[in-house]
């Protein structure tokens, strides 16, 4: 692949993200030589993406770089002949999340996009359009990767594993965010620090982090009790205890709030939900912003403004990793991939994010160094369990499969909490769930 023209579709391209990854594919074209940008939006995205497709070619030209930027609704005429794809997508757009956000909160549950029952109906949604696409990529570019940001990116990511022959790759910002947070905190440059993760998508453990080459995992816990900024810009900076950090002798990622405080975060989110809304609706709000920016024929950078969102960083976590399948670098960056054994206590068809070594046939996962302890394990293993049930449930239209998900998930926890959430969510977005009808 090195050396030839790359070809990249990314669907969802009339994302308010896409300028971030514009930028990348600009700041590293000398080492990945994309030639063909072709962004991709459904027929209700139309207006984002030819604002956004605009913007993509000023910031092109302005650069000066030879990329070819195509906008379109045809989405196997995008897919053809791509070296990698990438799926960024939201079905039902934001009005959709709003509602995985509110359903659960108005009964008294943590309401959030990738985790709980706001979570599992959003993987309800995207799974089936996610093998659709997979579909078509088996059929039109065999070969390529697909790059799968597209929430819940653990979940999505094991149906395509579990159900495609495409070469799937899940990515999330959130370890790259993490290392640059634990920089910040050791006051070193990110290339310095060397995390090791243990886990799944948005619940995963930093098991052991070495600056400059010297474990300081102890340090680290020590440090990072009541630390603020270990957070990502959509979750609540709560500090975390240190006795409690010593005990789970790991750091927790961002995400774990939602369990680990559970009450605390709920709190948090009711009072922001009486105030400002759901974060749907602080995040359509901050597009509306970005939006009339992006519009500006001035405009020919990517706005700072975009930095309110949860995404930072996701053009650099893509950029590195195609760059690495590229160049066949065998370098180690931390994403989704199919289990096979790396964490016993998984099944090995389970999607799990750890440190992979990057080379051009994809990403190849390697096992932690540090033994999963109980205390991760039995979160692991159920959270893992509600996801597996998740993609059954998405795939063949489950209900019982359904209603087991979401009994089991630590942030419903009762069978009957579990059928009311069910209910509202199937009925709320029966438009988007063909596979229950
Ligand atoms: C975090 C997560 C992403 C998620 C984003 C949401 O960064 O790692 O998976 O998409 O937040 O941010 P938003 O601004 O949409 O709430």
């Given at each position: 692949?090195?050396?030839?023209?790359?070809?990249?579709?990314?669907?969802?391209g009339g994302?308010?993200?896409?300028?971030e990854?514009?930028?990348?594919?600009?700041?590293r074209?000398?080492e990945?030589?994309?030639?063909?940008?072709?962004l991709?939006?459904?027929?209700?995205?139309?207006?984002?993406?030819e604002?956004?497709?605009?913007?993509?070619?000023?910031?092109?030209e302005?650069?000066?770089?030879?990329i070819?930027?195509?906008?379109?609704?045809?989405?196997?005429?995008a897919?053809?002949g791509a070296?990698?794809?990438?799926?960024?997508?939201?079905?039902?757009l934001?009005?959709?999340r709003?509602k995985?956000?509110?359903?659960?909160?108005?009964?008294?549950?943590?309401?959030?996009?990738?985790?709980?029952a706001?979570?599992?109906?959003?993987?309800?949604?995207?799974?089936p359009?996610?093998?659709?696409?997979c579909?078509?990529?088996?059929?039109l570019?065999?070969?390529?990767?697909?790059?799968?940001?597209?929430?819940?990116?653990?979940i999505?990511?094991?149906?395509?594993?579990k159900?495609?022959?495409?070469?799937?790759?899940?990515?999330?910002n959130?370890?790259?965010?993490?290392?640059?947070?634990?920089?910040?905190?050791f006051?070193v440059?990110?290339?310095?620090?060397?995390?090791?993760?243990?886990?799944?998508?948005?619940?995963n453990?930093?098991?052991?982090?070495a600056?400059?080459g010297?474990?300081?995992?102890?340090?680290?816990?020590?440090?990072?009790?009541?630390?603020?900024?270990?957070?990502m810009?959509?979750i609540?900076?709560?500090?975390?205890?240190?006795?409690?950090?010593?005990?789970?002798?790991?750091?927790?990622?961002?995400?774990?709030?939602?369990?680990?405080?559970?009450?605390?975060?709920?709190?948090?989110?009711?009072?922001?939900?009486?105030?400002?809304g759901?974060?749907?609706?602080?995040?359509?709000?901050?597009?509306?912003?970005?939006?009339e920016?992006?519009?500006?024929?001035?405009?020919?950078v990517?706005?700072?403004?975009?930095?309110?969102?949860?995404?930072?960083?996701?053009?650099?976590?893509a950029?590195?990793l195609?760059?690495?399948?590229?160049?066949?670098r065998?370098?180690?960056?931390?994403?989704?991939?199919?289990?096979?054994?790396?964490?016993?206590c998984l099944?090995?068809d389970?999607?799990?994010?750890?440190?992979?070594?990057i080379?051009?046939?994809?990403?190849?996962?390697?096992?932690?160094?540090?033994?999963?302890?109980?205390?991760?394990?039995?979160?692991?293993?159920?959270v893992?369990?509600y996801e597996?049930?998740?993609?059954?449930?998405?795939?063949?239209?489950?209900?019982?499969a359904?209603?087991?998900?979401?009994?089991i998930?630590?942030?419903v926890?009762?069978?009957?909490?579990?059928?009311?959430?069910?209910?509202?969510?199937?009925?709320?977005?029966?438009?988007?769930?063909?596979?229950?009808?």
């Open positions: 692949m090195a050396g030839h023209p790359l070809k990249i579709a990314v669907i969802g994302s308010s993200y896409t300028p990854l514009v930028e990348g594919f600009i700041l074209h000398e990945l030589p994309v030639e063909e940008l072709v991709v939006d459904v027929e209700e995205g139309k207006h984002k993406l604002i956004v497709g605009a913007l993509a070619q000023r910031m092109i302005k650069a000066g770089k030879p070819k930027v195509k906008l379109t609704l045809d989405r196997r005429s897919i053809r070296d990698f794809v990438l799926t960024q997508l939201r079905v039902g934001l009005d959709a709003a995985d956000e509110a359903i659960p909160l108005r009964h008294g549950y943590i309401g959030q996009e990738t985790t709980g706001g979570g599992f109906a959003k993987a309800l949604r995207t799974i359009v996610i093998l659709d696409i579909r078509d990529i088996e059929e570019a065999p070969d390529a990767f697909l790059i799968n940001f597209t929430n819940p990116a653990g999505v990511t094991e149906a395509a594993l159900y495609s022959n495409v070469r799937t790759i899940g990515l999330c959130l370890p790259i965010g993490t290392k640059k947070q634990i920089a910040r905190l006051e440059e990110p290339d310095e620090v060397d995390l090791e993760w243990t886990g799944i998508n948005h619940l453990w930093v098991t052991r982090i600056v400059r010297r474990d300081v995992t102890d340090e680290l816990l020590r440090r990072a009790a009541g630390a603020r900024g270990l957070t810009k959509n609540p900076d709560l500090g975390w205890d240190a006795d409690f950090l010593r005990s789970v002798g790991a750091l927790p990622c961002s995400y774990h709030r939602y369990y680990y405080m559970k009450d605390e975060m709920l709190k948090k989110q009711l009072e922001d939900f009486r105030q400002n759901t974060r749907a609706e602080v995040v359509k709000r901050v597009e509306a912003e970005l939006f920016l992006y519009k500006d024929p001035n405009l020919a990517k706005p700072p403004q975009l930095e309110q969102r949860g995404g930072a960083y996701y053009s650099e976590a950029v590195n195609i760059a690495s399948i590229v160049r066949n065998k370098d180690i960056q931390t994403v989704n991939v199919r289990n096979g054994g790396a964490i016993r099944p090995d389970a999607a799990i994010e750890v440190n992979c070594v080379d051009a046939a994809g990403a190849h996962p390697v096992p932690p160094s540090t033994p999963v302890s109980p205390q991760i394990r039995g979160l692991l293993q159920v893992k369990a597996e049930l998740t993609v059954e449930a998405a795939v063949h239209g489950d209900r019982d359904a209603l087991q998900a979401l009994t998930h630590p942030l926890g009762s069978a009957e909490a579990a059928r009311i959430l069910l209910d509202e969510l199937l009925e709320a977005h029966a438009a988007y769930l063909p596979q229950f009808k």
